[in-house]
């Protein structure tokens, strides 16, 4: 284990000043830092813990839906009552998250910023792109879980489940930082490889994820009805992997028709990615006119899928047809 210095400050003040320093790096839960320090990946020379910050676990209902702080473990996201009826897809999505271990001491923010799972990246020996090397080694070895839309020199696939999941209920990120706080929404939280390689989101340095807040399930529905929502995950093992597609759809149905549709898809782009065309098929039309198989074949038009992951193309057109007719048929 490379040794570095271990920070706990008691309060946000104090570790977002820690984090301004050279070479520092936040620490949740630890299952991917301290992975990334054992590999070799990485050797920080400062770790602050957000361990002993008061305010930054717990779920809320707020006046304008649901808080929830960034130290808030999965598991407790998973078993919440409120998530697990109005924001259903993101409860499956953090049940069906790595192993149970993990998802006691995983946190929110920490799934959120994980580093990505390419076997290039995570191979300590390879400076790929991502690590300042001058090439992607994907490109002439294995591809099959590389992304098959918004690749940029980098390949990679986003890793996170309730990134995905959060997609759809457009929730916001809050940021605290040396120049105070800001909230973005979900979307603009990531960053592709063609905005910076060595990044996957728009956190400066300094900048700690502090919770994530969802409308209220009224503002998302149709006619004050809640959104139904569903997530579904295809992996090679039953549990304890990463999604090779998963899919995450809300739909707000009232009188018939779809008021309200939201898809994004995980596994395919390194961002968590919306399936706008899906979303405006499946948008004002009536329930019975609605073809879901059609719908998943919206789901990537813009696929470009390499050597050998083009079977992630037809997983997602299958898992988005799944998703649409699963929430149609209630």
């Known amino acids: 284990m490379y040794p570095f210095q271990y920070h706990e400050p008691g309060s946000l003040e104090q570790a977002v000043a820690l984090l301004g320093q050279p070479d520092a790096h936040v620490i949740a839960g630890g299952s991917d830092l301290l ?14 813990s957000l361990a002993g910050v008061p305010g930054l676990a717990g779920i809320e209902e707020t006046d304008g839906g ?6 808030t473990t999965i598991a407790d996201i998973a078993a919440n009552p409120v998530v697990r009826t109005a924001y259903t897809s993101l409860a499956e999505a953090a049940g069906g998250l790595a192993t149970p271990q993990i998802r006691n001491v995983g946190t929110l923010g920490g799934n959120l910023n994980q580093r990505p799972r390419c076997w290039y990246y995570r191979h300590p020996l390879i400076p790929c792109l991502k690590k300042g090397g001058d090439r992607c080694y994907a490109l002439v070895g294995n591809t099959k879980y590389l992304c098959v839309t918004g690749g940029d020199r980098c390949f990679i696939v986003h890793p996170s489940d309730t990134a995905v999941a ?18 973005l929404p979900i979307g603009d939280f990531f960053a592709g490889p063609g905005a910076d390689v060595t990044r996957e989101t728009v956190l400066e340095p300094g900048e700690v994820v502090t919770r994530v ?12 009805q809640p959104p139904l ?8 093992r039953e549990a304890g992997d990463f999604a090779l597609v998963s899919v995450a759809v809300r739909l707000a149905v009232a009188d018939g028709v779809v008021q309200q549709a939201a898809v994004a898809l995980g596994g395919v782009a390194p961002v968590p990615y919306r399936a706008p065309a899906v979303e405006e098929y499946l948008t004002g039309r009536a329930v019975d006119s609605v073809d879901a198989a059609h719908a998943g074949t919206l789901s990537i038009p813009d696929a470009r899928p390499m050597t050998d ?13 799944q998703g649409v007719a699963r929430l149609l048929a209630g």
């Open 213 to 224: 807040t969802l409308p209220r399930p009224a503002d998302l529905g149709a006619d004050g």
């Open 309 to 321: 992951n083009g079977y992630k193309v037809v997983m997602a057109n299958n898992m988005v047809k």
């Open 166 to 183: 959060l997609s759809v209920f457009d929730a916001s990120v809050e940021i605290s930082g040396g120049e105070g706080t800001r909230s």
């Open 66 to 71: 649901l808080s929830i702080g960034a130290m």
């Open 229 to 236: 929502s569903v997530y579904i995950k295809a992996r090679e």
């Open 35 to 48: 992975d990334e320090v054992k590999e070799g990946i990485i050797s920080p020379e400062q770790v602050v």
